[in-house]
């Protein structure tokens, strides 16, 4: 499973980490390294409890994360 995190920036300078392929999955952070680190956090999150529910099966490789800005 391929999941992209796109980093974009606030006019207050906060970053905002956000994974397309997850609706919902967005957070705001002090750097983008935060960003990252938290949205990775939340995705897996998000995966567990639909796999959890019966709403997706579990991937059958290693989830990759990738970074766009």
């Known amino acids: 499973m391929q999941l992209t995190i796109r980093l974009l920036r606030e006019t207050d300078g906060r970053w905002i980490g956000d994974v ?3 609706p919902g999955v967005s957070v705001y952070r002090a750097t ?3 960003a990252t680190n938290k949205a990775k956090a939340l995705a897996l999150r998000v995966i567990a409890e639909e796999i959890e529910h019966g709403e ?3 991937p059958a490789d290693i989830l990759r994360f990738s970074i766009a800005a």
Do not use: A
Request: glycine content about 0%; cysteine-free; overall charge negative.
């Open 56 to 58: 997706m099966k579990p």
């Open 20 to 22: 397309p392929e997850l």
């Open 32 to 34: 983008p390294e935060e």
